[in-house]
């Protein structure tokens, strides 16, 4: 839980570009500032890894959610 809690915060940082307002995907300068203010206990590595898996799996669903609805049109 402490992971898609610290996931949800870092998040509401993401940039975006483009005319379609593309995500741009959640770099380290977003987690460190993260982590500087609120450390946890897990594993640093782990705790990247575990972040940009979810961000990935979030811009995936995004960038088909965009395909289908630009189809339907």
């Known amino acids: 839980m402490e ?4 996931y949800s ?3 509401r940082s993401r940039l975006y ?3 379609a307002g593309a995500p ?3 770099s380290l300068h977003d987690i460190e ?3 500087s203010a609120r450390p946890v206990l897990i594993d ?3 705790f990247d890894a ?3 898996a979810l961000d990935d799996a979030w811009r995936e669903q995004w960038a088909q ?3 289908k609805h630009n189809t339907s049109k």
């Open 24 to 26: 741009m995907p959640i």
């Open 44 to 46: 640093r590595d782990e």
């Open 65 to 67: 959610e965009q395909k």
């Open 3 to 6: 992971i898609l809690n610290a």
């Open 9 to 11: 915060v870092i998040s």
């Open 17 to 19: 570009v483009g005319m």
């Open 33 to 35: 500032r993260f982590l």
């Open 50 to 52: 575990v972040i940009f």
